[in-house]
């Protein structure tokens, strides 16, 4: 099947510290988005990102859809333990909405 | 908001077992979808609907089955209940207009043994 690389799949940091994650794919995707699950919930979106090259913010977290359309990363600053979860990354291609998603980046953040 | 409920939050089948998973929103969303999340796994698309009365299969549909009658109302039905079907489902939704982002439910976690 279709599979989004998505790295590192864990990360251990200092409360103060700054992330980065990135995802990349074989295959172009017309929009890229980032979601945050937190234990026992279901997926939240954090970013989305609709054109190549489009840099994006929301607070701390900056994400950045590659000009080739195959990759894209997500940056946290400054990072909090509320940040603690697992961030995953998804691409749409079609219209229909169907999504591809990586396999997460897991964030613990020590205070 | 309620946005999108599902039902129950956690169930245990034997092998063989049925059941229905509910999924309900009240967004007055066109599109709906069924997601399974395994562990250390992204979300895998079951089956997804774009509007009532239509349905189509996602990547992995084998062992399911779903039905769209209303809006609101998005049920995922398991037949025979497999071991390989333990993991947590997701319904989600989202207007269906181009790159319209999807709103999850909270998840049914499900273990058959």
């Known amino acids: 099947g279709q599979q989004l690389n998505q790295s590192p799949q864990s990360m251990f940091i200092q409360e103060g510290e700054d992330v980065s994650m990135n995802c990349t794919s074989s295959?172009?995707?017309?929009?890229w988005l980032w979601y945050k699950q937190d234990p026992g919930e279901g997926p939240v979106l954090l970013i989305a990102?609709?054109?190549?090259?489009e840099l994006t913010s929301n607070g701390r977290l900056t994400a950045q859809f590659g000009i080739t359309r195959k990759d894209s990363f997500l940056n946290i600053s400054a990072s909090i333990p509320s940040d603690v979860g697992i961030y995953f990354c998804?691409?749409?291609?079609?219209?229909?909405?169907?999504?591809?998603f990586g396999k997460g980046t897991k964030l613990s953040v020590k205070p | 908001n309620a946005g999108v409920t599902q039902t129950p939050k956690f169930r245990i089948l034997k092998i063989g077992q049925s059941m229905t998973l509910q999924c309900a929103q009240d967004?007055?969303?066109?599109?709906m979808y069924w997601y399974r999340q395994d562990p250390g796994m992204g979300l895998k698309l079951i089956y997804y609907?774009?509007?009532?009365?239509?349905?189509d299969k996602g990547e992995v549909p084998n062992g399911y089955n779903v039905s769209r009658s209303t809006t609101e109302d998005f049920p995922l039905r398991l037949e025979l209940a497999a071991p390989s079907q333990t993991s947590v489902y997701f319904c989600?939704?989202?207007?269906?207009?181009?790159?319209?982002?999807?709103?999850f439910g909270n998840g049914t976690r499900l273990t058959v043994t």
């Open positions: 989600a939704s989202s207007t269906g207009v181009f790159n319209s982002p999807l709103h």
């Open positions: 295959s172009i995707f017309n929009t």
């Open positions: 990102l609709y054109k190549a090259g």
């Open positions: 998804a691409g749409q291609r079609g219209s229909q909405g169907n999504l591809i």
């Open positions: 967004m007055n969303h066109n599109y």
């Open positions: 609907s774009v509007g009532a009365g239509i349905t």
